[in-house]
């Protein structure tokens, strides 16, 4: 396990080496495929890639759900997000967001994220599960500081996509009390990046934000596309129990 204080990732291949992926699980079953999985994220083939990117959704946090490999696959990813290979292209799903690799694995990121923030911890509670005794929620909620040093390195990035993504990933983990302070450097970004954005989804998960930080939102309009766009688990939006009905067989505990 990564010391409390730490804030940088591990390396990825020490953490892939260090890390006894037999004795955790995903979706599926045990997590010896993880690394193969985590180890083609970057492949030369677009195809290898984009394969590895629907695992990485579908196996290790399949609908949103955290298991105890999610954390230290999460770790990985957020290693790698300054390797130059994740600026290679990706295979898109129908209604996939825009942008290369490094997009896909911020937004992966964002979702894991949301599996473990305020609104999450709030409706496990209301179901009768506290968070705090789902291991892979505490671990999750653990590693946000180091999530969010390797997030926010994009804040500025020259790729519009990538910068969307590390926007909207930052906001989850700033319900963290270590981070809660870095909300005051992000409100600005929302106004004039997320909530400007093309893309519906971004322009409401940045009004949402705000609203919640106690902002104004006068004048931050989104239209609602809903009826013509509409893809739960591509969304860049926390889980709630409204958006998603609960599946007794994928419940986190």
Not at 101 to 110: C, H, N, P, S, Y
Request: proline share 8%; net charge negative.
């Amino acid at each position: 396990m990564l010391p409390q204080e730490a804030t940088e990732p591990l390396d990825p291949a020490e953490l892939l080496a260090r890390t006894a992926w037999s004795t955790l699980d995903h979706a599926y079953d045990t997590a010896e495929d993880v690394p193969q999985i985590l180890l083609d994220l970057v492949d030369a083939d677009p195809r290898v890639r984009s394969k590895a990117l629907s695992r990485l959704h579908h196996v290790v946090h399949h609908q949103n759900t955290l298991y105890t490999a999610t954390a230290p696959a999460a770790m990985y990813v957020a290693g790698i997000l300054g390797d130059a290979r994740t600026l290679e292209t990706v295979e898109k799903e129908p209604h996939a967001f825009p942008g290369p690799m490094r997009a896909e694995l911020l937004g992966w990121l964002d979702s894991v994220a949301d599996a473990a923030d305020d609104e999450t911890a709030a409706t496990m509670r209301r179901f009768g599960f506290p968070p705090e005794e789902y291991p892979p929620f505490v671990e999750t909620c653990r590693i946000r500081p180091q999530l969010f040093h390797a997030v926010s390195a994009f804040l500025e990035d020259p790729d519009m996509d990538v910068r969307a993504a590390a926007i909207s990933a930052c906001i989850p983990l700033l319900d963290d009390p270590r981070l809660i302070h870095h909300r005051d450097t992000l409100v600005p970004l929302l106004r004039n990046v997320l909530a400007a954005n093309a893309l519906w989804q971004y322009r409401e998960r940045a009004v949402d934000a705000l609203a919640s930080w106690g902002q104004d939102t006068t004048g931050l309009e989104v239209r609602q596309e809903r009826d013509t766009f509409c893809d739960a688990e591509r969304r860049p939006q926390a889980w709630t129990a409204e958006a998603q009905e609960w599946d007794d067989a994928d419940l986190p505990f």
